[in-house]
């Protein structure tokens, strides 16, 4: 981890509780300004609670988490405004093309000039031509990219995906992949990305977290992580050997 | 297990389906709550025209003047049922969508449709199951309605029903379970059909405001004897057969009214049951041949259209080769 | 643009590209149309039986024949009908009108979207009904429009003023009726977890308003309260309606509206005639009382949207 990184994501014994059973439980976790943060865990670990809480959709039980220093639930409006979401499986209005859906959501993000900036986030997301087409129309994948063009239109500091990948075919994978480090190595973005898939996470991302039963058993780099279970033969090997 | 067994499986699993959602328990009991309500409502209602005749026919012996013109109202128990037929009608009618609408969004829904599909049954024989199950229900609710009409109006009328009135109940019945089952499969077809469940939904209802609601309400507000508070012949103090006599000659309006009531579904059932039960006044007191003779076509309309659109229903079942959701 | 307007211009242009929005406002004001035609077939036949009962009458000799009543009544008769057809089409259209605006927003799944961009949840309420009383208002004023040239086709009755004023009265009520239904369809749509359930409890609710209340404060069946010319009848004498009138009167939100409306209208069999001054001191509490239902809804609705959670959406259809 880079020390003179200040964290742009930190929880602080962060506590989720439904009916009395904790599905996060003090989960303290630090994410540095510019890094790509792969978060993984099995099915029902808690990420997309964890994600709900960092992106104010939720509320905790107990501790806190902070995203650039403002407090997700005293500070909600200043973490709206630094921060990017693409939900799993977003299918948006489906009686409305493109770029009304995504003018839409520029207007709520406060963006003036939104048609011009629905234009450029297509470009810079290879993503043009489909402008006036009904949504009804898309596939899945190219649900996802204006899921993405959404999510980062405003420009934010940190940009939440929660399984970006799933339901996408190789190529649209690929493309996923393409634009998550154009926007990490251009604009700057901290990305956090919920996962459980590895080998998305070995090509993407620099640092990773395990969650498993609402705790984290592990956070390292990726490139210490490989120096460190080197005998080990994959990537898969190591998550179960920290899972368990 | 053999072929009628497999029938038999799904059919109970609608029938317990149904009666674990709470869509379905809370239009029943709504409908059972309605119809209560409705007899007694009735019951105070004539308690009420005879309090009045009463009032009326004291003033008049009081001022000296002839009562003959003063007919006392005459209790008839079954006339007590008007509202819970019409609830019947309205009510029982959704309940009816309710029941074909969830029969298909539940597989839908969560994507059993293609493992049911997958299974060596055939597509006939699963909506056969379904058809049965929900038919089952329908059955059973009717037969909860009209044994609990059957008290209320004993309790209410204070008199037991006779034979023959138990009969007439009996014959609503089963025209009840057949008007029934026509929104039954008009619902379970729009599922079937349509890509978009609620959209299904929504449709259904407006095919039900049409018959159930919309064209018997133009039918009556075409009556001409509607269109003045009090009546027109009223009015003019004009006695029946007079006015029977005038209207003859507008005979062509007033068929066209009867056409355009024709085409609503729910008018037949109905006319047969006002017949049944004696709420028209034609045909109170009327042996069951005369009604038949003169109804018998109503009987014919919703037997036929139940038996349509469930026919209808089992060949796009059958027939619709993506039945479940795509992505 | 505030953001408000921009929420409110969206509800209304996604709910005018609905397809099923589209059939059922089609078949409103179809039905107001047609029930200007209607109105016509009925009262030019009604007239040529009096005349026919007139003729009648004479050979039987009877003299002193009162004159057709139709021409008695007032030129607004013409909308009697459309006084029923909000009543029944126009409050479910909105049901389905407020249902739609919040079940969109979860299957879409964009409420994460909307709930994470910086704008207060006041201002995204609030945009919201304000983008369903456009939708509302754009119904109300197409079948407003569609009925005033319809009546202008009919040959007999023409419109001054006074009864200019009384229509304008007339569809601003319904315009609030509308409104407390679209409301109802919101709050359920927020509330209720299944799809299903959120569209069918607004059913029973509007079943309950419509046909349920009215039977027991006026002892009329479902059929007759659908008739603009008994609609308004009071109910007979008893204890049981007197009772029912003290405490579930208050309650019976479609009597109140159309007793109102039928008085607007001057259809009322209760008072012929009142002028709109009287008819709106009469009908004041009625309209208190829909505002207070309307107030409440909206309370209930913004409480229920603040404490709102998003979950994974399991919606079975």
Not at chain 1, 136 to 148: A, D, V
Not at chain 1, 213 to 223: D, F
Not at chain 3, 38 to 48: E, F, H, K, R, Y
Not at chain 3, 212 to 221: A, C
């Amino acid at each position: 981890m880079k020390k003179n990184n200040r964290f742009i994501i930190e929880t602080k014994s962060l506590t989720k509780k439904y009916d009395g059973k904790a599905v996060l439980d003090n989960l303290n976790l630090a994410v540095a300004e510019g890094e790509i943060f792969g978060f993984l865990g099995h099915n029902g670990a808690g990420k997309t609670t964890t994600v709900n809480i960092l992106t104010t959709l939720l509320v905790p039980t107990s501790g806190s988490a902070e995203i650039c220093g403002f407090d997700t639930v005293k500070g909600s409006m200043e973490v709206k405004k630094s921060i990017g979401y693409l939900p799993e499986n977003v299918k948006f209005y489906d009686n409305l093309t493109a770029s009304e859906n995504l003018e839409y959501f520029a207007k709520l993000s406060g963006i003036k000039n939104s048609k011009e900036k629905v234009t450029e986030v297509l470009e810079f997301i290879e993503f043009t031509g489909i402008e006036h087409k009904k949504l009804g129309e898309f596939s899945k994948g190219m649900r996802q990219r204006i899921g993405i063009a959404q999510a980062i239109m405003h420009e934010p500091k940190v940009l939440f995906l929660d399984e970006p990948t799933s339901g996408l075919d190789p190529m649209g994978i690929k493309k996923l992949r393409e634009v998550i480090l154009k926007l990490n190595r251009e604009k700057r973005m901290t990305i956090f990305m919920n996962t459980h898939l590895l080998s998305e996470v070995a090509k993407v991302c620099t640092t990773i977290g395990v969650l498993n039963h609402g705790k984290l058993v592990y956070k390292e780099t990726l490139e210490n992580m490989l120096k460190r279970f080197s005998d080990e033969e994959s990537l898969e090997d190591i998550y179960f050997t920290i899972g368990e | 297990m053999n072929n009628f067994a497999k029938i038999f499986t799904v059919a109970k699993k609608e029938y317990a389906d149904a009666l674990k959602n709470r869509v379905f328990l809370v239009f029943l009991f709504f409908l059972l709550f309605l119809i209560g309500v409705s007899i007694i409502v009735a019951a105070f209602d004539f308690q009420g025209k005879v309090a009045v005749y009463q009032n009326a026919l004291l003033k008049l012996r009081q001022s000296g003047q002839v009562v003959e013109n003063l007919s006392e109202p005459q209790f008839f128990p079954l006339q007590l049922l008007r509202g819970a037929i019409e609830y019947l009608e309205i009510i029982g009618a959704i309940l009816a969508i309710v029941l074909g609408y969830l029969s298909i969004a539940k597989e839908k829904g969560n994507n059993t449709l293609q493992l049911i599909l997958t299974r060596p049954i055939s597509r006939f024989s699963v909506y056969l199951g379904k058809f049965l199950g929900n038919a089952l229900l329908i059955i059973s609710v009717s037969g909860i309605v009209f044994v609990g009409i059957t008290l209320v109006v004993d309790i209410v009328g204070k008199t037991m029903l006779t034979g023959s009135q138990l009969y007439r109940i009996f014959l609503t019945f089963i025209f009840t379970i057949i008007y029934l089952l026509i929104f039954f499969s008009i619902s379970t077809l729009l599922s079937i059909l349509l890509k978009s469940l609620p959209n299904a939904l929504i449709i259904s209802f407006v095919i039900w405001i049409l018959f159930v609601l919309i064209i018997p309400q133009i039918g009556d507000t075409m009556d001409p004897d509607n269109q003045v508070p009090g009546g027109l012949f009223n009015s003019l103090h004009m006695v029946k057969a007079d006015q029977t006599a005038i209207l003859a000659k507008f005979s062509h309006y007033e068929k066209m009214r009867d056409n355009l009531e024709q085409t609503s579904l729910t008018k037949h059932y109905e006319r047969l049951a006002f017949a049944f039960l004696g709420i028209k006044d034609t045909y109170n007191g009327k042996s069951l041949e005369f009604i038949f003779s003169e109804r018998a076509i109503d009987g014919w309309w919703i037997s036929l259209a139940s038996l349509l659109f469930g026919v209808f229903g089992a060949v796009i079942f059958v027939k619709k080769r993506v039945l479940w959701k795509e992505e | 643009m505030p953001i408000i307007f921009t929420i409110a211009i969206q509800e209304v242009k996604v709910l005018f590209r609905e397809r099923v929005f589209f059939l059922l406002l089609a078949i409103f004001i179809l039905m107001t149309l047609a029930s200007s035609f209607i109105g016509l077939v009925a009262t030019t036949t009604t007239t040529s039986i009096y005349n026919a009962s007139v003729e009648f009458l004479h050979q039987a000799g009877t003299d002193n024949i009162p004159a057709n009543p139709l021409n008695a009544l007032p030129a607004l008769t013409n909308f009697r009908n459309v006084i029923v057809y909000i009543f029944l089409i126009g409050s479910l259209l909105a049901i389905v009108v407020g249902h739609r605006s919040f079940i969109r927003e979860r299957k879409s799944g964009a409420l994460p979207l909307l709930l994470t961009r910086p704008i207060l949840a006041e201002k995204l309420f609030f945009g919201k009904v304000l983008g369903i009383s456009l939708a509302l208002f754009a119904i109300i004023s197409a079948t407003f429009i569609v009925s005033v040239f319809s009546s202008l086709l009919l040959p007999f009755r023409h419109l001054v003023a006074s009864d200019i004023e009384r229509l304008f009265l007339f569809y601003a009520l319904s315009f609030f009726y509308l409104l407390f239904f679209a409301l109802v369809g919101l709050l359920f749509a927020i509330k209720t977890k299944s799809e299903s359930l959120a569209l069918f409890v607004p059913v029973c609710i509007w079943v309950g308003i419509s046909f349920v209340l009215p039977e027991l404060v006026s002892g009329q069946t479902p059929t007759a309260l659908l008739n603009p010319v008994t609609m308004d009848q009071v109910a007979p004498d008893g204890t049981f309606f007197a009772l029912m009138r003290t405490y579930l009167g208050p309650l019976s939100l479609g009597w109140h509206y159309t007793s109102f409306s039928s008085q607007l209208l001057n259809n009322s069999l209760q008072i012929t005639n009142a002028g709109i001054g009287s008819a709106l001191r009469d009908n004041s509490g009625k309209l208190f009382i829909l505002l207070i239902a309307i107030g409440v809804c909206l309370s209930l609705c913004f409480y229920s949207i603040r404490n709102y959670t998003i979950q994974e959406e399991n919606i079975y259809e």
